[in-house]
T-cell receptor, first 115, second 112 residues
């Protein structure tokens, strides 16, 4: 069974700085998808970024980018120019491409952006 | 286009009472999911459905039942609520082959 680990339960960063959130996963599969979801205090789960395992290029969405290391099974999220609105819980998630139709989530990490 | 909606948003139950949470999506998605979120535990899958009339157990199914009589609706039932079921419940949906899940706003349930 796949597992997703977010080892840092909480981080804080100053506004405008860069922060990296770590995520590791365990799988024997070669084709899969990885996601970062954001959950602000409103509680709504919002997709931040996705990465297909077959793509070597790291995904980027505006200020958000990932460092995907397939051999190391590592999937970190970098947030550049942090904003107060980035304060949220962040969840890393794994989805197998075939077979299982389920997302496997990490336990989450609370990020606080300070003014 | 409302996306994924959940009813109710908040509920307080006494131990032993029953209730049903309703999830509705208007995106014609085949797959629907129910999760619970507890502090420090992330999101854990309760039950899911890959199509109308089909359901399957997730990671923490005990104490819950589900039904998917219509493609757009996925119901989560608690037959006899227990304090351990105090949680925030999320519904999500996705289309076949997409993998990205779209979430509802959540239901905060307290069982006293």
């Amino acid at each position: 069974a796949q597992t997703v680990t977010q080892s840092q339960p909480e981080m804080s960063v100053q506004e405008a700085e860069t922060v990296t959130l770590s995520c590791t996963y365990d799988t024997s599969e070669s084709n899969y998808y990885l996601f970062w979801y954001k959950q602000p205090p409103s509680r709504q789960m919002i997709l931040v970024i996705r990465q297909e395992a077959y793509k070597q290029q790291n995904a980027t969405e505006n200020r958000f980018s990932v460092n995907f290391q397939k051999a190391a099974k590592s999937f970190s999220l970098k947030i550049s120019d942090s904003q107060l609105g980035d304060t949220a819980m962040y969840f890393c998630a794994f989805h197998s491409q075939g077979g299982s139709e389920k997302l496997v989530f990490g336990k989450g990490m609370k990020l606080t952006v300070n003014p | 286009n409302a996306g994924v909606t959940q009813t109710p948003k908040f509920r307080v139950l006494k131990t032993g009472q029953s209730m049903t949470l309703l999830c509705a999506q208007d995106m014609n998605h085949e797959y629907m999911y129910w999760y619970r979120q507890d502090p420090g535990m992330g999101l854990r899958l309760i039950h899911y459905s890959v199509g109308e009339g089909t359901t399957a157990k997730g990671e923490v199914p005990d104490g819950y039942n589900v039904s998917r009589l219509k493609k757009q609706n996925f119901l989560l039932g608690l037959e006899s609520a227990a304090p351990s079921q105090t949680s925030v419940y999320f519904c999500a949906s996705t289309s076949r082959g997409n993998y990205e899940q779209y979430f509802g706003p959540g239901t905060r349930l307290t069982v006293t």
